[in-house]
């Protein structure tokens, strides 16, 4: 078995930047899932991630050859308050790769061990959030959504306290960077321009080569990153995605979807969802998120202004300004576009807002399923009725859902070049069936930790990664939670 040809950056970066830590060795690591399709894109299927030692790899008892493992600095605003110092306090990078397709990525993992960043945490993660962070991520990834992914997950045999005492677990994850605005916060807040500078430099030759070339790359930079997150949140958002702690050190400068906590897929749709057990003042709302996109990407222009015209700070805040103004109109039209897909339209019209915004109004006032709405809808037909029932018994009063029905299909005819069939494929690649619904992470995280079963987790995994075709027998996965299932709150489990 070949080593894994690590190839590493980051670490060039200097020691401003990072802290030399190794893992912390665990009692009796057993694999709980190895993730052979992602070693395969990641091109390591030939190298020791996939032998029988690997186990010690990913639990932290061995270094594997060329690793220079180290906890990363970063500040951040938690619920809009500022700790001028965060880091890795339970994650550990172990170094970078390059995929077959040119691509670098970052392997760390998480739940490792204390570092310098710990502060009072013992630096352990609990098994139930890494099994919600490997089938989340992974599902996110199967959805179309950028994300890290899960490379593998494996127990330690070791307990840890929580609110009582759980079994320890640890994941390797993947990310095309885990810098995040938080890291460019830490130096910010200590004036101290030359790492900034030099940070800046390290993400856009690694993550935004495309704009090297532009007259000023931080600028550049800026715009780059607020139009991936504004094109990752309308995603979100189109999911019924709630993240469930976008503070400023859990948002990617790669625009992927990182730091899986206390995050859940909406049931029934309601504007207002919060599942977040410390979200106290629904900051993170499902409708909050487009938002609190934009405050954080602001904080991240307050960190690069001093970059955009040296001599005139005035200037470099107006330029700032019109990147951040900019946010609004391309979330707006991703999330435009991706609502069209959704209901099925090709053509863009006035008044299309409208419906769809009607549709979601309708939704919330008759607790329908956000899924399933969507599901059933990219099957009806424009003529025939027939199967207008399956999506009728997911409102609370069935008929409220008519005048829109009637509406939509006036809008479908007035453009429609589509047969019902044609149209039903398209809609169907906008509108997965299954994702990965909390009931049932809660499901596969109780028999684990309850039971030691792993089963639960492996089926629940196994249909995510097909989220957009039905299975056969898999019906159950599709459904909502009945009411004694229902998941109000998720933790996340620090
Ligand atoms: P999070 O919001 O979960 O991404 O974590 C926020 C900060 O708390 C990060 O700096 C983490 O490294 C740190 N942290 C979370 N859990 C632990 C833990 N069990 N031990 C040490 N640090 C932790
Ligand atoms: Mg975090």
């Given at each position: 078995m070949k080593p894994i040809p690590f190839n590493n950056h980051y670490i060039k970066l200097g020691d401003d930047f990072y802290v030399n830590t190794y893992p912390t060795p665990v009692a009796k690591p057993e694999l709980i899932s190895f993730n052979h399709d992602l070693s395969q894109q990641l091109g390591l299927c030939d190298t020791v991630v996939n032998s029988p030692e690997a186990v010690e790899i990913f639990a932290g008892n061995q270094i594997a050859t060329g690793s220079e493992p180290l906890a990363m600095t970063y500040a951040g605003h938690q619920f809009g308050r500022f700790s001028p110092q965060l880091g890795d306090g339970r994650a550990?990078?172990?170094?970078?790769?390059?995929?077959?397709?040119?691509?670098?990525?970052?392997?760390?993992?998480?739940?490792?061990?204390?570092?310098?960043?710990?502060?009072?945490?013992?630096?352990?993660?609990?098994?139930?959030?890494?099994?919600?962070?490997?089938?989340?991520?992974?599902?996110?990834?199967?959805?179309?959504?950028?994300?890290?992914?899960?490379?593998?997950?494996?127990?330690?045999?070791?307990?840890?306290?929580?609110?009582?005492?759980?079994?320890?677990?640890?994941?390797?994850?993947?990310?095309?960077?885990?810098?995040?605005?938080?890291?460019?916060?830490?130096?910010?807040?200590?004036?101290?321009?030359?790492?900034?500078?030099?940070?800046?430099?390290?993400?856009?030759?690694?993550?935004?080569?495309?704009?090297?070339?532009?007259?000023?790359?931080?600028?550049?930079?800026?715009?780059?990153?607020?139009?991936?997150?504004?094109?990752?949140?309308?995603?979100?958002?189109?999911?019924?995605?709630?993240?469930?702690?976008?503070?400023?050190?859990?948002?990617?400068?790669?625009?992927?979807?990182?730091?899986?906590g206390p995050c859940a897929f909406m049931d029934a749709y309601d504007h207002e969802q919060v599942f977040s057990s410390i979200d106290y003042g629904k900051r993170y709302a499902y409708s909050n998120q487009?938002?609190?996109?934009?405050?954080?990407?602001?904080?991240?222009?307050?960190?690069?202004?001093?970059?955009?015209?040296?001599?005139?700070?005035?200037?470099?805040?107006?330029?700032?300004?019109?990147?951040?103004?900019?946010?609004?109109k391309h979330y707006e039209n991703n999330w435009l576009a991706g609502m069209r897909r959704k209901i099925g339209l090709l053509e863009q019209k006035e008044g299309d807002r409208e419906l769809i915004e009607d549709l979601l109004d309708t939704m919330a006032m008759n607790q329908a399923d956000f899924t399933l709405t969507f599901y059933y809808l990219s099957q009806l037909n424009l003529d025939d009725m027939s199967r207008d029932k399956t999506l009728h018994v997911l409102f609370s009063n069935p008929k409220a859902l008519n005048p829109w029905l009637e509406k939509w299909r006036k809008r479908l005819h007035d453009e429609t070049t589509l047969s019902d069939k044609e149209r039903q494929k398209k809609m169907q690649t906008a509108n997965p069936l299954y994702i990965p619904r909390n009931h049932q992470i809660e499901a596969a995280i109780r028999a684990a930790e309850d039971e030691g079963d792993f089963s639960v987790f492996h089926q629940l995994h196994q249909v995510l990664q097909n989220p957009y075709q039905p299975q056969k027998g898999k019906e159950a996965y599709a459904l909502p939670p009945k009411p004694h299932e229902v998941v109000k709150k998720t933790f996340c489990g620090t």
């Open positions: 550990i990078l172990l170094g970078e790769i390059i995929s077959p397709k040119g691509i670098r990525y970052d392997l760390q993992l998480k739940g490792s061990g204390r570092t310098y960043y710990s502060r009072g945490g013992d630096g352990r993660a609990a098994l139930g959030p890494i099994l919600r962070e490997y089938l989340v991520s992974e599902a996110m990834a199967k959805l179309g959504v950028s994300t890290t992914r899960a490379l593998a997950a494996v127990t330690t045999g070791e307990d840890i306290a929580r609110m009582q005492l759980v079994s320890g677990a640890i994941l390797t994850r993947v990310a095309t960077s885990f810098v995040r605005v938080g890291t460019f916060q830490y130096f910010s807040a200590r004036g101290d321009l030359e790492s900034i500078k030099k940070l800046a430099d390290h993400v856009i030759a690694r993550n935004y080569p495309q704009i090297s070339t532009a007259n000023n790359v931080y600028i550049a930079l800026l715009q780059a990153v607020v139009e991936r997150q504004a094109t990752l949140i309308a995603q979100w958002m189109q999911l019924g995605f709630i993240h469930g702690v976008m503070n400023t050190d859990n948002m990617s400068i790669a625009g992927e979807t990182i730091d899986y487009p938002s609190i996109g934009l405050w954080n990407l602001t904080r991240l222009a307050e960190c690069l202004v001093p970059l955009f015209n040296q001599t005139n700070i005035n200037t470099g805040v107006q330029i700032a300004e019109t990147i951040l103004h900019s946010y609004a």
